[in-house]
């Protein structure tokens, strides 16, 4: 299952295979991840939650995805990188599936578990799957077709915003189980093109047997900034949707919300944060990125109605899944290549940790007086420090010239 000979895809089919792979940040994050901001709503209601419960579901995710984040090199070296990829993708399914089919509290905390780990693994391996399918010295290509494999995420967003509005609508108080038993099947289908894409993939090239100090330590103020960055994010994904409800959007309103979050992050992901990334040093380029989700949250928290909604939407979705870009960027240009692996497995892991850790802090303060919106006004206090922190990174270029100019490795959601 792992790969094709290396160097037998022509770049129109370059692009082809990176868009098969896209069906795993698809399910990963699309359906698994973004969409319960979508059903959390009808979900609440019924079965009387608190925001601290509801924050807790999404918690139980987050700690599966720390775990998922963590191992992913390990089911990559057992399974192979392929089978991994598309083994995550089945397991996120089924987990979806059986999703719908329970309302107990338990089991809905250990399928977001098992769905948050499997769906690590599928990113993980994912962005190593895509950083590999261009074999040749052209950056912008290699650049190109990992952008194309990152849309997958904001596709997915898109595919949500109009399946489970759908369910809702035709199912009324039970259609949040309807909506994840059809992104399950969805999810089901979205593995045989993955498959396909995987096996495609030309082949690791071998690993050199030149070793040294891996420079993790000069990072550390990025680490600070992902674990910040991705408590503040992941919180208003969590929660907008319940606050937008709460000013009295109806479901079709929020759906709209979400598709275009979905499709500002498709776009801008494929067009824009790459240039823009490109030229900038140390930690400005992280910085850039908080700032912009921040007043991306913003109008939501000020301003009642569609408009506001629609310009939170178009900012913060052009901006949120630059934050894995950024930091790519940052560590592919500081550390040596023998030390990509483990930059991102433990980048992945602080990014898991913030996304954790936020929506339960942010769903306890949305119990307390002030609602949802106390709750929110955090995703923009960490997105504030998380900019500070991201300021205080300097850039030390510890990566020799020729192992510049190597294929692009992601850090990942």
């Given at each position: 299952m792992e790969s094709l000979k290396a160097g037998t895809a022509r770049p129109r089919s370059e692009y082809v295979i990176a868009l098969g792979l896209a069906a795993g940040p698809v399910v990963a994050l699309g359906f698994t991840r973004f969409a319960y901001a979508l059903l959390l709503p009808s979900m609440r209601s019924e079965l009387d939650w608190t925001y601290a419960a509801a924050g807790g579901l999404n918690t139980a995710n987050a700690l599966g995805y720390i775990i998922g984040a963590g191992s992913a090199a390990w089911w990559s070296k057992r399974l192979g990188a392929g089978r991994?990829?598309?083994?995550?993708?089945?397991?996120?399914?089924?987990?979806?599936?059986?999703?719908?089919?329970?309302?107990?509290?338990?089991?809905l905390s250990g399928l977001r578990f098992i769905g948050g780990l499997a769906t690590a693994v599928t990113f993980v391996v994912g962005s190593a799957l895509a950083s590999r399918v261009h074999t040749g010295g052209r950056q912008q290509r290699s650049a190109a077709l990992v952008g194309v494999y990152m849309a997958g995420v904001g596709i997915?967003?898109?595919?949500?915003?109009?399946?489970?509005?759908?369910a809702l609508t035709?199912?009324?108080?039970s259609g949040w189980q309807a909506g994840w038993l059809l992104m399950g099947l969805l999810a089901l289908l979205a593995a045989g093109p993955?498959?396909?894409a995987a096996k495609a993939v030309p082949p690791a090239p071998a690993v050199s047997g030149a070793q040294g100090r891996s420079g993790l330590g000069a990072m550390a103020p990025s680490f600070a900034w992902y674990v910040l960055f991705g408590a503040g994010y992941v919180s208003y994904m969590t929660f907008v949707i319940a606050l937008l409800r709460e000013q009295g959007m109806g479901t079709w309103s929020t759906a709209g919300f979400f598709i275009v979050l979905g499709a500002a992050s498709a776009l801008a992901t494929l067009l824009v944060w790459g240039r823009i990334i490109g030229r900038l040093r140390g930690g400005m380029a992280p910085a850039l990125v908080s700032a912009v989700v921040l007043v991306g949250v913003l109008p939501v928290l000020l301003f009642d109605g569609l408009g506001a909604a629609m310009v939170s939407a178009v900012v913060f979705g052009a901006g949120f899944m630059a934050g894995p870009t950024s930091i790519t960027v940052l560590a592919r240009r500081m550390?040596?290549?023998?030390?990509?692996?483990?930059?991102?497995?433990?980048?992945?892991?602080?990014?898991?940790?913030?996304?954790?850790?936020?929506?339960?802090?942010s769903g306890i303060l949305s119990d307390s007086e002030g609602g949802i919106a106390k709750g929110l006004w955090l995703s923009v206090i960490l997105l504030a420090v998380s900019a500070l922190v991201a300021l205080v990174q300097r850039e030390h270029r510890t990566v020799p010239q020729q192992e510049a100019a190597a294929a692009p490795v992601t850090v990942t959601q």
């Amino acid at each position: 299952m792992e790969s094709l000979k290396a160097g037998t895809a022509r770049p129109r089919s370059e692009y082809v295979i990176a868009l098969g792979l896209a069906a795993g940040p698809v399910v990963a994050l699309g359906f698994t991840r973004f969409a319960y901001a979508l059903l959390l709503p009808s979900m609440r209601s019924e079965l009387d939650w608190t925001y601290a419960a509801a924050g807790g579901l999404n918690t139980a995710n987050a700690l599966g995805y720390i775990i998922g984040a963590g191992s992913a090199a390990w089911w990559s070296k057992r399974l192979g990188a392929g089978r991994s990829f598309v083994v995550g993708m089945l397991i996120s399914a089924l987990a979806l599936l059986g999703s719908g089919l329970t309302s107990d509290f338990t089991a809905l905390s250990g399928l977001r578990f098992i769905g948050g780990l499997a769906t690590a693994v599928t990113f993980v391996v994912g962005s190593a799957l895509a950083s590999r399918v261009h074999t040749g010295g052209r950056q912008q290509r290699s650049a190109a077709l990992v952008g194309v494999y990152m849309a997958g995420v904001g596709i997915g967003v898109v595919v949500s915003g109009i399946v489970v509005p759908s369910a809702l609508t035709a199912w009324g108080a039970s259609g949040w189980q309807a909506g994840w038993l059809l992104m399950g099947l969805l999810a089901l289908l979205a593995a045989g093109p993955a498959a396909w894409a995987a096996k495609a993939v030309p082949p690791a090239p071998a690993v050199s047997g030149a070793q040294g100090r891996s420079g993790l330590g000069a990072m550390a103020p990025s680490f600070a900034w992902y674990v910040l960055f991705g408590a503040g994010y992941v919180s208003y994904m969590t929660f907008v949707i319940a606050l937008l409800r709460e000013q009295g959007m109806g479901t079709w309103s929020t759906a709209g919300f979400f598709i275009v979050l979905g499709a500002a992050s498709a776009l801008a992901t494929l067009l824009v944060w790459g240039r823009i990334i490109g030229r900038l040093r140390g930690g400005m380029a992280p910085a850039l990125v908080s700032a912009v989700v921040l007043v991306g949250v913003l109008p939501v928290l000020l301003f009642d109605g569609l408009g506001a909604a629609m310009v939170s939407a178009v900012v913060f979705g052009a901006g949120f899944m630059a934050g894995p870009t950024s930091i790519t960027v940052l560590a592919r240009r500081m550390l040596p290549q023998h030390a990509w692996t483990s930059a991102i497995a433990w980048l992945t892991v602080a990014f898991s940790v913030g996304q954790a850790v936020g929506p339960l802090i942010s769903g306890i303060l949305s119990d307390s007086e002030g609602g949802i919106a106390k709750g929110l006004w955090l995703s923009v206090i960490l997105l504030a420090v998380s900019a500070l922190v991201a300021l205080v990174q300097r850039e030390h270029r510890t990566v020799p010239q020729q192992e510049a100019a190597a294929a692009p490795v992601t850090v990942t959601q």
